[in-house]
């Protein structure tokens, strides 16, 4: 039987449950699942001295164990304290209170409660001794000095509550300690030691806010004098290394309700010239206003400029070569500023020269100069000066890896204007030979044009060509020149020179020129030749319609053939069918003009007919993507090499037919 027994108790599962129950569930669910309700115990009524000692006896034991276990804990003896003065043992409540603070003596809310305690039962003296040990352990605890004062003013001690706040003055508590003394001295109207609590505060707390309170409370009680006072021992005693805006706009309103106007003015000025920018934004906004309110116009305006003048310096000190904040502040500096400050900001800018020789950077840079050249000359009218000026820019630019024709050019008509035209010749001709550029070959020709003197034009414009023979307006107005001067051979000598050069920038335009030489110059022959010549370089489709447009005003059949030989050169080479169908339009359109029925029936029934037709998209991967339409043309050679097309064309219309119905 034993054997069976053990047998059936062997657990044969080891394996874990699938629900594990932790130890603390099971705790909660106990407790959760107590049925019995522990009812309270019944109040009793005491009836007589003996049952009252019995239960006093209780509740000590009670109280007394609970302290033997946990003696830190503050609850258990303020509740034995309270419960003792419930009871009208003082003596007791007090002896509890005494053992407490023997265990936690820096527990706030023992004192309070003790304190309290004895101020309730009005027990003075032991509340003012408590208060006396309370501040003296823990002077800190602001709470304990705001009851003590609180317990004398109440009291109507008045001279022991300024004794106290005087006590806890010395330990130089927060601003609101402060507060508290300055306004319980003005609730008894004692303003002459309120100004001493005010003397003493602003040294120990010395903010800004703390020296306009002083000076407020000053003109709140009609004393202006010394409000201003203050205010000026305040800005004495900041410097100028910690002056605020705030203390400059509360010193200027302040002023401003004295009806001191210009007072009020001066204080603005003096805090703008101190105060850095960055801080003296509300100081602006402030200054503003004023001038509005209380100046003129001129007022108004010298605000915003000195507004801007320190914002744009604010920038330019961040960044030196923020150049165009280099041009705001020049531009105001000029509008109401002298000559010589106008100078100084000039030259603080073109100190600043960009750090590399890329000439990106240097392009806002070199208008500096510009600017400060042209205000020597137009505004200044000093000529010498603008030159000099002239000549330093052309120092500091890198001319090894860029130059500025404007600069040069400019400088050589300042030299002009200084009549003094030999000067302005060589400042070009050495900004040809270290820098050529072409704008400087345009510029120097277009001087020595005004002056007339042909013959250096010549010459630059042979110079020009060495330089860069593959520019095509250089060739165009060399030719116009010699044209101008009545030397047409010259100029048709020039443009053979230039169409027989291997490399050109514009040729179609240069071809274009000379063309309209040749009919300028009634030279019919000269330019169908020269339209041979170009086609022999190229069939471009408006080269064709060019020479047929020509051989239109000439003659009707040599137009016509020019047409012929056009589309059949274009069918040839199977040029884009866009460029046969302009070919074959423009021939359509001369013949209308030009032609008869026949001709234009003939020209009619070569043209192509357009068709609309769908091809698939090819994607930038290579992919294929949707489809899409586009327009085709089908000429009628085409439809007679191609058989299929006519099939296809019948096929088509009876689709429309048969979609149609009958």
């Known amino acids: 039987m034993a054997s069976k027994q053990a047998k059936m108790g062997k657990v044969k599962n080891k394996a874990p449950a699938e629900m594990q129950i932790t130890a603390e569930q099971l705790l909660r669910e106990a407790k959760e699942r107590q049925l019995e309700v522990v009812a309270p115990p019944p109040r009793q009524k005491i009836s007589d001295p003996e049952e009252l000692a019995e239960y006093r006896l209780k509740k000590r034991k009670e109280f007394e164990d609970n302290i033997r276990k946990n003696r830190v804990l503050v609850t258990n003896w303020v509740k034995y304290a309270q419960w003792e003065d419930s009871?009208?043992?003082?003596?007791?409540?007090?002896?509890?209170?005494?053992?407490?603070?023997?265990?936690?003596?820096?527990?706030?809310?023992?004192?309070?409660?003790?304190?309290?305690?004895?101020?309730?039962?009005?027990?003075?003296?032991?509340?003012?001794?408590?208060?006396?040990?309370?501040?003296?352990?823990?002077?800190?605890?602001?709470?304990?000095?705001y009851k003590y004062t609180y317990m004398e003013e109440m009291l109507g001690n008045v001279a022991g509550a300024r004794q106290v706040f005087e006590r806890w003055m010395n330990w130089e508590p927060d601003e609101q300690a402060w507060f508290s003394y300055i306004k319980m001295e003005l609730r008894y109207k004692e303003v002459p030691r309120a100004r001493q609590v005010y003397e003493k505060f602003v040294m120990v707390h010395p903010d800004v806010k703390n020296w306009i309170r002083y000076a407020r409370f000053e003109h709140q009680h009609g004393n202006a004098t010394s409000a201003r006072g203050v205010f000026e021992r305040a800005v004495?005693?900041?410097?100028?290394?910690?002056?605020?805006?705030?203390?400059?706009?509360?010193?200027?309103?302040?002023?401003?309700?004295?009806?001191?106007?210009?007072?009020?003015?001066?204080?603005?000025?003096?805090?703008?010239?101190?105060?850095?920018?960055?801080?003296?934004?509300?100081?602006?906004?402030?200054?503003?206003?004023?001038?509005?309110?209380?100046?003129?116009?001129?007022?108004?305006?010298?605000?915003?400029?000195?507004?801007?003048?320190?914002?744009?310096?604010?920038?330019?000190?961040?960044?030196?070569?923020?150049?165009?904040?280099?041009?705001?502040?020049?531009?105001?500096?000029?509008?109401?500023?002298?000559?010589?400050?106008?100078?100084?900001?000039?030259?603080?800018?073109?100190?600043?020269?960009?750090?590399?020789?890329?000439?990106?950077?240097?392009?806002?840079?070199?208008?500096?100069?510009?600017?400060?050249?042209?205000?020597?000359?137009?505004?200044?009218?000093?000529?010498?000066?603008?030159?000099?000026?002239?000549?330093?820019?052309?120092?500091?630019?890198?001319?090894?890896?860029?130059?500025?024709?404007?600069?040069?050019?400019?400088?050589?008509?300042?030299?002009?204007?200084?009549?003094?035209?030999?000067?302005?010749?060589?400042?070009?001709?050495?900004?040809?030979?270290?820098?050529?550029?072409?704008?400087?070959?345009?510029?120097?020709?277009?001087?020595?044009?005004?002056?007339?003197?042909?013959?250096?034009?010549?010459?630059?414009?042979?110079?020009?060509?060495?330089?860069?023979?593959?520019?095509?307006?250089?060739?165009?107005?060399?030719?116009?020149?010699?044209?101008?001067?009545?030397?047409?051979?010259?100029?048709?000598?020039?443009?053979?020179?230039?169409?027989?050069?291997?490399?050109?920038?514009?040729?179609?335009?240069?071809?274009?020129?000379?063309?309209?030489?040749?009919?300028?110059?009634?030279?019919?022959?000269?330019?169908?030749?020269?339209?041979?010549?170009?086609?022999?370089?190229?069939?471009?489709?408006?080269?064709?319609?060019?020479?047929?447009?020509?051989?239109?005003?000439?003659?009707?059949?040599?137009?016509r053939s020019v047409y012929k030989n056009a589309e059949k050169s274009l069918r040839t080479q199977e040029a884009d069918m866009e460029e046969r169908v302009m070919v074959l339009e423009a021939w359509h359109a001369f013949e209308k003009a030009h032609g008869d029925e026949e001709s234009q029936e003939a020209i009619a029934r070569r043209l192509p007919q357009k068709v609309k037709k769908r091809r698939q998209v090819t994607l930038e991967d290579g992919s294929l993507g949707g489809w899409e339409e586009y327009f085709d043309y089908i000429f009628p050679e085409d439809k007679e090499s191609n058989p299929n097309l006519k099939l296809l064309q019948m096929a088509h219309l009876w689709k429309v037919k048969e979609m149609a119905g009958p």
């Open 87 to 145: 009871q009208q043992e003082l003596e007791r409540a007090r002896s509890v209170f005494e053992r407490a603070l023997d265990v936690v003596h820096r527990n706030v809310t023992v004192w309070l409660k003790y304190a309290e305690m004895e101020m309730k039962r009005k027990q003075i003296q032991h509340a003012r001794n408590i208060w006396d040990r309370a501040v003296s352990i823990m002077p800190r605890a602001n709470q304990f000095w």
């Open 236 to 559: 004495e005693f900041f410097g100028d290394d910690h002056l605020e805006s705030d203390l400059f706009v509360a010193f200027s309103r302040f002023e401003e309700q004295q009806k001191e106007y210009e007072r009020a003015r001066v204080i603005y000025k003096y805090a703008l010239d101190r105060l850095p920018n960055q801080t003296a934004q509300d100081l602006f906004s402030n200054y503003t206003r004023f001038e509005k309110r209380f100046g003129d116009r001129r007022g108004v305006e010298n605000v915003v400029v000195s507004k801007r003048r320190f914002q744009y310096e604010e920038e330019v000190k961040a960044n030196p070569c923020n150049y165009d904040a280099w041009f705001d502040l020049l531009r105001l500096t000029e509008e109401d500023s002298s000559v010589d400050a106008v100078r100084e900001v000039y030259e603080r800018a073109i100190a600043n020269v960009p750090p590399s020789v890329e000439k990106r950077h240097w392009r806002r840079y070199i208008y500096l100069w510009i600017y400060y050249a042209m205000y020597e000359e137009v505004i200044a009218e000093d000529r010498d000066r603008a030159q000099q000026v002239y000549k330093a820019a052309l120092e500091v630019i890198p001319h090894r890896h860029f130059t500025f024709a404007k600069v040069w050019l400019m400088a050589a008509e300042l030299e002009i204007r200084r009549h003094d035209l030999p000067a302005a010749r060589r400042l070009l001709g050495n900004a040809i030979g270290r820098c050529a550029k072409d704008k400087l070959f345009h510029g120097y020709i277009e001087l020595e044009l005004q002056l007339r003197e042909f013959e250096r034009c010549r010459l630059l414009f042979g110079k020009f060509l060495e330089h860069n023979p593959a520019n095509c307006t250089t060739w165009i107005r060399f030719a116009e020149l010699e044209t101008l001067l009545g030397d047409v051979s010259r100029g048709r000598g020039i443009y053979e020179l230039a169409i027989e050069q291997p490399l050109l920038d514009m040729p179609e335009v240069l071809w274009k020129a000379y063309i309209d030489f040749e009919i300028a110059a009634d030279e019919k022959e000269n330019a169908r030749q020269l339209y041979c010549r170009l086609l022999e370089r190229t069939q471009h489709v408006k080269v064709w319609l060019a020479y047929a447009k020509f051989e239109s005003e000439v003659s009707t059949e040599k137009a």
